[in-house]
Every structure is written in C-alpha cells, then in structure tokens.
C-alpha cells in the first residue's frame, strides 16, 4: 500500500509518473493532478517533493543529462581512437533514445507550439551534451587524431548532424535503423563525401 | 505621387514593405495597417493585389524560393566539380543571406513562439533546398564524384549543417565570418574529420 512506501520510493514513482505525463501528453498539458493520478498517490504527497511542475521537470531533464553523461562514461575506452569511441557512444545512444521518447516529445512540442519550459529544457539538455562532446573532440585534435577544429562548434554540428539523421528527417523517409546511422554518421563525419 | 504610379509597381511596393515588416515584427505582429503605412499606400490599395496577410506571406516565401533557385542556378557550371560548386552556391548564399534577414526572424518566431505560418513558410523554403540540393548530389553520386549516398538525406543533413553555422551557433561563439563558414564546410563535408 502506498502508505508504507517509504519516502525515497514515493519520490521516485511521482518522478516516472511525470516521466510518463511529459513523454506522453508533453509539458504544457501536463498538470499535478495528472502526475498524482498516474502515480497512484495523492496530490498533497507529490507537493511534498516538488513545489511545482517547473521543479518537477527540471528534476527530470537534470536526471537525463546525468544518465547519458553516465552511459557516455561507461563506454568511453581511453585507449581507443576517437572515431571508434564516438560510434561506440552514438551505438548507446541509439538504444537508450529507443527508451525515451521524452526527448522526441518535447521536440515536437517546441516545434508545434512553442513552449518555453519545453524549449529551455531541451536547450539545457543540449549544452550538456555539446559540452560533453567538446571536451572529447578537443582531446582528440590535441592528439592529433582529427584536424584542429573549434571543438564546439564542431560538437554542435555533429549533435545537429546526429538530430537531422534520428529525429528530423522522418517527413523525408522512414525511419534509420540504427546501423544506416551509424553509417551515415561515419561517412559525413569520418571519411568525408568525396569519392577517392 | 503613388496614384500615378503602375499597378506592377504599387503591387511590387506592397510586396517590400510586406517584406520589411515581416522581417522587423516577424509573422504575427504584421497587419495589413502596417503593411499599408510601410508602402505608403491605403489599405484598399493592398486588396485590390492580396486578399489577406497569409496570400501575401506566401508570395514573399515564393519569391524567395525563385530567387534562391536562380541564384544557384546562375552560380552553377555543370563542367566544375560538385564540391567547387558546392562551395561557390555557398559563398554566393551566404552574400545573399546577409541581405535577407527575413528567413532568420521567421526563424526566431518560430523558434519563440511557435507561429505556424511562419514555420509552414520555413518549412517550405528548406523542401524547395533540400530538393534541389538532393538533385545534384544525385548527379555527383553517379558521376562517381562521391561516395553513394541517400540523395535527400544527405541534401537536408548539409542543410542542417549550413543552418547550424550560420544562424544556430550564435550561442557559442561570434558569428562566424564568411570564409570561416566555407573552411567548415568544406572540412566537414569534403575531407572528413579525420586527420591524416
């Protein structure tokens, strides 16, 4: 019964129930009142965590950048080349985004009406990871291993690179599968166009 | 005096000032009052040519599409290299973009409030670009000039790539300047990243 759950575990289900309210109705139609009900507790209990829907999603977008810098960690081998570390990466990536749609959702939120919430937390959640790759594109260039570059801009780019072949070309075709991605990602930003 | 003037001309004259206004005050905050004042003509005037805001709108997007074709198209010589003339369309683009701040405050509303219209206008420059972009990849594929690839996909994914240097990095850093652009460009999608 909810009653004897115990603190930590209620605050974790209020959070996947928000979770699930975002990924499925997006952030601006989600309300408390919903998250309490997908939670399966009452509205005073969430209130005891999160003083409102804004804390509750920043809480949220907070815990994606933490679990993609972790899986990014993980996978990272520093004894690998760059090129091999970022496929390895984007691979991960791939299985986790088949996880969470909460990105996607946002995306086309922000894209149809504009929310500002949902636009500031996909923004966050992209400097983050711009960062995170910037960091690893300079140790790269200092290493000799790809040209000398500004390491974010070109994170950026290859973010954008990555967005344009995942989720903005879908009015363009069916969907990647996640080896076409990888394909892909390796001959733009690899091996480059041209024929040789 | 504007009642002296050709019907060709006050029609081109509500079109600029239309132009001017919607790349000032964006989509939204454009009304056919303002329009009217901006063209120094009476608001009669601008129905005789255009039944409302949206005829109007779509005229100027259309316009642009032709000229960004033309401008290709004059820029283009089927004897060069895809990448030389991929860098020369470029160059020229980025003249033209400086002119035409129109497509990057549309870009901003849509971006901050949500407009529809001004995002279905961006929407339907970035078909007509990709389609004529992914038409000569198609033809420097199968000349052999470079590696098979997805002709729409890599069209909207070197759109993606122009947009993110241009207009989306302002964030980052300055604005890059116009032979930054090109040396990017070219790094990222012609010789790849890779050093060797």
């Known amino acids: 019964m909810a009653a004897e759950r115990k603190p930590m575990d209620r605050r974790k289900q209020v959070l996947e129930a928000a979770a699930r309210s975002f990924e499925t109705f997006g952030y601006k139609a989600t309300t408390m009142d919903q998250v309490a009900k997908l939670a399966g507790v009452g509205k005073g209990t969430?209130?005891?965590?999160?003083?409102?829907?804004?804390?509750?999603?920043?809480?949220?977008?907070?815990?994606?950048?933490?679990?993609?810098?972790?899986?990014?960690?993980?996978?990272?081998?520093?004894?690998?080349?760059?090129?091999?570390?970022?496929?390895?990466?984007?691979?991960?990536?791939?299985?986790?985004?088949e996880q969470h749609a909460l990105a996607v959702k946002l995306a086309q939120e922000v894209r149809d009406i504009g929310t500002p919430m949902a636009r500031e937390g996909l923004e966050k959640v992209e400097r983050a990871v711009v960062t995170y790759i910037s960091r690893h594109v300079n140790e790269a260039s200092e290493k000799g291993e790809i040209k000398p570059c500004d390491p974010e801009l070109t994170a950026f780019v290859m973010l954008k690179t990555y967005l344009a072949l995942t989720a903005e070309s879908h009015h363009l075709h069916m969907p990647l599968t996640k080896e076409e991605v990888l394909d892909y990602f390796r001959t733009y930003w690899m091996e480059g166009l041209a024929a040789r």
Chains 1, 2 share one sequence.
């Open 46 to 97: 969430i209130y005891t965590f999160f003083a409102h829907k804004e804390q509750l999603f920043e809480e949220i977008m907070s815990g994606m950048i933490r679990e993609l810098r972790e899986l990014a960690d993980r996978t990272l081998r520093p004894e690998l080349p760059f090129a091999d570390n970022l496929m390895e990466v984007l691979h991960k990536l791939l299985d986790y985004r």
